[in-house]
């Protein structure tokens, strides 16, 4: 404990000495990656920037107003790709599969998927902006990068940034659908005691925008393949495809995947 304390004290005095790593390129870098140009880089380098990371208690040159705004606007445009996607879904329904996808949790992983810590001015050593106790930092870039993409370009174009990222994970956000890994794990150990194993069959497109095809084996069972943004999609896509096939998990009339009972 008292290991893992010093290193979040070191943490927090290095986001006051370290300069800002900003650069023409790493900024054309991360726009390529995210699928969104600026017209002016300031709101872009002060969604990336930790409060901590700013000298006295200017909250203009810092990330935490921004993440208010994109808070608001990802909630809205998740609300509107829910309801169109499931336009039989009562509202308690929708509210659970909101929750879920606009969690700390669920911008976490976009962000890991964007690999931010890599463009994050926090003054620390990178490896410590992928540690679990810094994942709420992650997250909360994630709705700042969201709010810089709305005010620089409008309601549009945040939107256009939240389906790229998000519509792959609105079929796993229900009330009762667990993670497809876990679940995947415990049906295979109940039917023959074995376990799932995960190879990456292909990876295709630029840097920015990859596109991964996973495989899923298990010892006695057919093997299924499934594609994702990154490594996790694309074996959770795989995984719930057995489990859809092999009858554990059902798609009701809704187009909603519920376990089987």
Same mark, same amino acid.
């Given at each position: 404990?008292?290991?893992?304390?010093?290193?979040?004290?070191?943490?927090?005095?290095?986001?006051?000495?370290?300069?800002?790593?900003?650069?023409?390129?790493?900024?054309e870098a991360l726009e390529e990656r995210?699928?969104?140009?600026?017209?002016?880089?300031?709101?872009?380098?002060?969604?990336?920037?930790?409060?901590?990371?700013?000298?006295?208690?200017?909250?203009?040159?810092?990330?935490e107003r921004l993440e208010f705004l994109?808070?608001?606007?990802?909630?809205? $445009?998740?609300?509107?790709?829910?309801?169109?996607?499931?336009?039989?879904?009562?509202?308690?329904?929708?509210?659970?599969?909101?929750?879920?996808? !606009?969690?700390?949790?669920? $911008?976490?992983? *976009?962000?890991?998927?964007?690999?931010?810590?890599?463009?994050?001015? =926090?003054?620390?050593?990178?490896?410590?902006?992928?540690?679990?106790?810094?994942?709420? !930092? @992650?997250?909360?870039?994630?709705?700042?990068?969201?709010?810089?993409?709305?005010?620089?370009?409008?309601?549009? =174009?945040?939107?256009?940034?939240?389906? @790229?990222?998000?519509?792959?994970? !609105?079929?796993?956000?229900?009330?009762?659908?667990?993670?497809?890994?876990?679940?995947?794990?415990?049906? =295979?150990?109940?039917?023959?005691?074995?376990?799932?194993n995960y190879s990456v069959v292909s990876?295709?497109?630029?840097?920015?925008?990859?596109?991964?095809?996973?495989?899923?084996?298990?010892?006695? *069972?057919?093997?299924?393949?499934?594609?994702?943004?990154?490594?996790?999609?694309?074996?959770?896509?795989?995984?719930?495809?057995?489990?859809? @096939?092999?009858?554990?998990?059902?798609?009701?009339?809704?187009?909603?995947?519920?376990?089987?009972?």
């Open positions: 404990m008292a290991d893992t304390d010093a290193l979040e004290q070191n943490f927090q005095r290095s986001l006051r000495v370290s300069d800002n790593g900003f650069s023409e390129k790493k900024i995210i699928g969104h140009k600026f017209s002016t880089h300031e709101r872009l380098i002060r969604a990336l920037t930790h409060s901590s990371a700013t000298p006295g208690d200017h909250e203009i040159s810092h990330y994109g808070d608001r606007v990802l909630g809205l $445009c998740v609300a509107q790709l829910l309801f169109e996607t499931f336009p039989n879904a009562r509202e308690g329904e929708l509210s659970v599969r909101l929750n879920a996808l !606009v969690s700390g949790d669920t $911008c976490a992983e *976009i962000s890991d998927e964007l690999q931010l810590h890599e463009f994050i001015f =926090a003054g620390a050593d990178r490896k410590l902006l992928t540690s679990k106790r810094m994942k709420s !930092v @992650r997250a909360d870039v994630v709705e700042s990068l969201i709010a810089a993409i709305y005010l620089d370009a409008g309601l549009a =174009a945040a939107n256009a940034f939240i389906t @790229r990222f998000w519509k792959d994970r !609105v079929h796993q956000s229900g009330a009762a659908t667990r993670d497809p890994k876990t679940a995947l794990q415990e049906w =295979a150990h109940v039917q023959n005691g074995n376990t799932p990876r295709e497109g630029p840097d920015h925008d990859p596109v991964f095809t996973v495989e899923v084996t298990i010892s006695g *069972i057919e093997s299924a393949t499934g594609n994702g943004r990154s490594k996790r999609i694309a074996e959770q896509a795989a995984a719930r495809k057995i489990l859809l @096939r092999e009858g554990a998990w059902i798609e009701n009339s809704n187009g909603e995947i519920e376990e089987a009972r």
